[in-house]
């Protein structure tokens, strides 16, 4: 018998020949044309919170690891960096620094440090960090610079409401989507990016380049997003037949918000999605589902944040009921 030891490890587990460390690149490298379009539209404020969110994140898992835990430094896995990308990707252009550094020390202290680290966490630790801020400072995560017109420099005295922030209140004071889709940027618009919201969750086309990047290199399979964007589109189509006057039409859902960030770099995260295909379709759809119920009748705007983290908390359950055949199992026979 062979005296070579079996190791263990936490997922996520890859039969190939590519590292986590690469795929991790990988990621980073799909994020690039949202990044570009976040310098275009908020300038050097896109550039500062991207950084800081970066070092903090950085810093942190370099502190805890090396100090707290006492374990080996793996700040250069690329997690941490990818941590700290799609926090600041989820948080206003005009965000105080403090207040950036405080969302990573939570993203990579409380949500993956406690945990054990990369592949322990049961939650997206940037959501994590992205949610404890929304909810302790909801008066500066919610301003939300705007594009000067005829000008791509962001104005820091000019602020404005997200479109789903616009139609959400529109619709509470009584407008009509009708009135409301004069004060909405147009879908072209939309499509580029050049709109105010988060900072990396505006561009349509930005991301889907690089979540097509993802899928074509094979770090993500298409059953997440795709599952997820169709059924946001067939739930709010229904309700935008129905009434839509009252309802915004699919095309606005699926290209404001965090649709796009949340289908492609958010909820396809390794370690806190689902195993199997099937697993991923299940979760895809209560992510979708939950999201729409929150934009159409809760108190949020925008869900996909809630809808991620509680979706993530139910992967290991998923997990169980939908694991694949042992290989050598015996398969129950009907005999007809």
């Given at each position: 018998?062979s005296?070579?030891?079996?190791?263990?490890?936490a997922?996520?587990h890859?039969h190939?020949?590519?590292?986590?460390?690469?795929l991790?690149y990988?990621?980073v490298i799909?994020?690039?044309?949202?990044?570009?379009v976040s310098l275009?539209v908020?300038?050097?404020?896109?550039?500062?919170v991207?950084a800081?969110a970066?070092v903090?994140?950085?810093?942190?898992?370099?502190?805890i690891?090396?100090?707290?835990?006492?374990a080996e430094?793996t700040?250069?896995?690329?997690?941490a960096l990818?941590?700290g990308?799609l926090l600041a990707?989820?948080?206003p252009?005009?965000l105080p620094i403090w207040?950036?550094?405080v969302g990573?020390l939570?993203?990579i202290?409380?949500?993956?440090?406690s945990?054990?680290?990369?592949g322990?966490?049961i939650f997206?630790?940037a959501?994590?960090?992205?949610?404890?801020l929304?909810v302790?400072?909801?008066?500066?995560?919610?301003m939300?610079p705007?594009?000067?017109e005829?000008?791509?420099?962001i104005a820091?005295a000019?602020?404005?409401a997200?479109?789903?922030?616009l139609?959400k209140e529109?619709?509470?004071?009584?407008?009509?989507?009708a009135d409301?889709?004069?004060?909405?940027p147009?879908?072209m618009?939309?499509?580029?990016g050049?709109?105010g919201?988060?900072?990396?969750?505006?561009?349509a086309?930005a991301?889907l380049?690089?979540g097509?990047?993802?899928?074509?290199?094979?770090v993500?399979?298409?059953?997440?997003?795709v599952?997820?964007?169709v059924?946001?589109?067939?739930?709010?189509g229904?309700?935008w037949l129905?009434d839509?006057?009252?309802?915004?039409?699919p095309?606005i859902?699926l290209?404001?918000?965090?649709?796009?960030?949340g289908a492609?770099?958010m909820?396809?995260d390794?370690?806190?999605?689902p195993m199997?295909k099937?697993g991923?379709?299940?979760?895809?759809i209560g992510i979708?589902?939950i999201?729409?119920?929150?934009?159409?009748?809760?108190?949020?705007p925008e869900?996909?944040s809630?809808?991620?983290?509680?979706m993530?908390?139910?992967v290991?359950?998923i997990n169980?009921s939908f694991k694949?055949?042992?290989?050598?199992?015996?398969?129950?026979?009907?005999?007809?």
């Amino acid at each position: 018998m062979s005296s070579q030891p079996i190791v263990i490890s936490a997922s996520p587990h890859l039969h190939s020949d590519r590292t986590s460390k690469k795929l991790m690149y990988d990621v980073v490298i799909a994020l690039i044309p949202a990044f570009l379009v976040s310098l275009y539209v908020f300038g050097i404020r896109a550039l500062i919170v991207t950084a800081v969110a970066v070092v903090s994140c950085l810093l942190f898992e370099y502190l805890i690891q090396k100090y707290l835990l006492k374990a080996e430094v793996t700040i250069g896995d690329g997690s941490a960096l990818i941590t700290g990308i799609l926090l600041a990707f989820n948080l206003p252009s005009g965000l105080p620094i403090w207040m950036i550094i405080v969302g990573s020390l939570v993203a990579i202290g409380v949500a993956k440090s406690s945990f054990g680290g990369l592949g322990f966490n049961i939650f997206n630790p940037a959501l994590v960090g992205r949610v404890f801020l929304l909810v302790s400072f909801p008066v500066q995560m919610t301003m939300w610079p705007t594009a000067v017109e005829n000008n791509t420099t962001i104005a820091d005295a000019v602020t404005g409401a997200t479109p789903l922030g616009l139609i959400k209140e529109g619709l509470m004071f009584g407008e009509t989507m009708a009135d409301i889709s004069t004060k909405i940027p147009s879908t072209m618009d939309l499509f580029l990016g050049i709109t105010g919201g988060s900072l990396g969750e505006m561009s349509a086309i930005a991301l889907l380049i690089g979540g097509l990047y993802l899928i074509i290199r094979k770090v993500i399979s298409w059953h997440i997003p795709v599952t997820m964007l169709v059924t946001m589109g067939v739930m709010t189509g229904v309700f935008w037949l129905i009434d839509p006057e009252q309802y915004a039409s699919p095309v606005i859902h699926l290209l404001t918000g965090g649709a796009l960030l949340g289908a492609f770099f958010m909820a396809t995260d390794l370690v806190t999605s689902p195993m199997t295909k099937k697993g991923m379709v299940i979760f895809a759809i209560g992510i979708a589902v939950i999201t729409i119920v929150i934009r159409l009748f809760g108190a949020y705007p925008e869900g996909i944040s809630f809808a991620i983290l509680i979706m993530n908390a139910f992967v290991p359950l998923i997990n169980s009921s939908f694991k694949p055949r042992r290989f050598g199992s015996k398969i129950k026979s009907k005999i007809v």
